[in-house]
């Protein structure tokens, strides 16, 4: 029987701040099954972290550590690609040529880059501006069906392609046009501090966010101080519009013990929030404790770590390589001889 050939999924997570509880539930835990049924890349984008301000030692760090936190939650080297962005150059090349073909006017409207803007207002550099273009490149490189991605990031897939529609009506057919996966489950974890916002590793506000390397206490602490709702309901915990902050507790157990919300109610029927956050805290440690454990083996493992970037970069790199050639000889480069 002929190998049927499976769909590709292409996702990536920068390198910058600590993942969280959100970025762990909504996105990361969810790739997991996606490897049995389709092609997979996952890319640590450490080029994408350079937009901003970063010391250099620490983003070194910081990507090997994302390499063995990304295995230690399931990805699985075997199955799919894990890989450096910037061991694959064909990243930056296809950029170049890409940056031909999206227009200023489309990049200046980019909501995270203009919020960027504002926070980063002493260093808008291009690279920020040109965020989408490399990152329509890291999709469109791989000829990528699905890309699964937070709400936050579906306007630079829009733009991913807007770019390949542009660049295949102006060239002849070259690249697939990619589309969102958004997953249902999740993807909308809280603040724990301000229940109307995401929880965004970004948040200056350390007791808004729980990390994947907060130690147990810490995680307790958070949970503890979580803002709860003062209503007429007051201790009771009930999943409902009015009670965002106790409704995102709630969520956030459903999801670490896999018992549904409405049997969660159930559960807490009666009892104290202090006695509810205590359990949430349980769930969550019980399910951050094997993977920091085994993030932390995996991290000290460098040559381990080493052969699963190697591996990765080349299967990328395989693709990678004929999207480029192919893209150089549509707008008319003239190949070098071998
Ligand atoms: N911009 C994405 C984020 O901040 C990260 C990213 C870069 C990405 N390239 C990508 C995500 C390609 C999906 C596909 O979350």
């Known amino acids: 029987m002929a190998e049927e050939v499976k769909k590709r999924v292409f996702s990536g997570v920068q390198p910058t701040g600590k993942v969280t509880l959100g970025n762990y539930l909504g996105a990361i835990r969810n790739w997991t099954p996606l490897q049995e049924q389709y092609e997979c890349l996952f890319c640590v984008v450490d080029l994408h972290s350079l937009t901003v301000t970063q010391v250099p030692a620490e983003l070194r760090k910081n990507t090997l550590d994302l390499v063995a936190l990304y295995i230690a939650c399931g990805i699985d080297p075997e199955k799919s690609a894990l890989f450096i962005q910037s ?3 064909e990243h930056s090349e296809l950029c170049w040529i890409l940056d031909t073909v999206a227009y200023v006017g489309e990049l200046n409207r980019m909501t995270q880059f203009k919020d960027k803007s504002k ?83 970004s948040d200056p506000n350390d007791n808004a966010i729980i990390t994947l390397t907060d130690d147990p206490d810490s995680i307790r602490r958070k949970l503890r101080r979580a803002v709860t709702d003062s209503d007429t309901d007051a201790h009771c915990v009930r999943y409902s519009a009015d009670k965002p902050g106790v409704s995102n507790l709630l969520n ?44 932390k083996r995996l991290a000290a493992d ?19 390589c004929k999207t480029l050639s192919k893209v150089y000889r549509k707008v008319g480069l003239v190949p070098k001889s071998r």
Do not use: W
Request: include cysteine; glycine fraction near 6%; proline fraction near 3%.
């Open 119 to 201: 926070k980063h207002a002493d260093n808008i550099n291009m690279g920020l501006m040109n965020y989408p273009v490399l990152m329509a490149s890291d999709i469109l490189l791989y000829q990528t069906q699905y890309v699964p991605v937070g709400k936050d990031q579906i306007q630079h897939v829009e733009l991913a392609r807007d770019i390949a529609q542009r660049f295949n009506a102006r060239y002849s057919d070259t690249f697939v046009v990619p589309e969102c996966l958004i997953s249902k489950t999740g993807s909308s974890i809280k603040s724990l501090q301000d229940p109307s916002a995401k929880m965004s590793k």
């Open 87 to 89: 061991h694959v150059h």
């Open 302 to 320: 460098k040559a381990y770590l080493e052969s699963v970037l190697k591996q990765g970069a080349e299967r990328a790199e395989h693709i990678a």
């Open 252 to 295: 956030i157990y459903s999801l670490c013990t896999g018992t549904s919300v409405a049997e969660a109610e159930r559960l807490f029927e009666g009892k104290g929030y202090g006695q509810f956050k205590d359990a949430v805290a349980d769930a969550v440690i019980s399910v951050l404790q094997p993977i920091q454990s085994e993030q």
